[in-house]
Nanobody, 117 residues
Framework: QVQLVESGGGLVQAGGSLRLSCAAS????????MAWYRQAPGKQRELVAL???????NYADSVKGRFTISRDNAKNTMYLQMNSLKPEDTAVYYC???????????WGQGTQVTVSS
């Protein structure tokens, strides 16, 4: 089992920045990759960014150049640095971890990000 807890959401003006954190606990040694997803009202949940290692990351086109995903293995924490935020970035952001053994996906409870224009 893996437990994920997000923090760092909030209200920010367009053009501002926020950093989200995701603290992982439990059987974290089995995690193959971690990711951030988001879900805006009335829309499907979408992948924002994914990290396998510091050298292997992937981003949605809509956030490339503005968001940076990183992972601190010593702290068992993943981050999402969000710069140049836009109103369309408003959503609930979810932390995700994938464990290949058993093909399990784990989710955090989500954290609200609201960007005002």
């Amino acid at each position: 089992q893996v437990q994920l807890v997000e923090s760092g959401g909030g209200l920010v003006q367009a053009g501002g920045s926020l950093r989200l954190s995701c603290a992982a606990s439990g059987n974290i040694e089995n995690i193959n990759y971690m990711a951030w997803y988001r879900q805006a009202p009335g829309k499907q949940r979408e992948l924002v960014a994914l990290i396998v290692s510091s050298d292997s990351t992937n981003y949605a086109d809509s956030v490339k150049g503005r968001f940076t995903i990183s992972r601190d293995n010593a702290k068992n924490t993943m981050y999402l640095q969000m710069n140049s935020l836009k109103p369309e970035d408003t959503a609930v952001y979810y932390c995700n971890a994938y464990v290949a053994f058993g093909r399990r996906y784990y989710w955090g409870q989500g954290t609200q990000v609201t960007v005002s224009s």
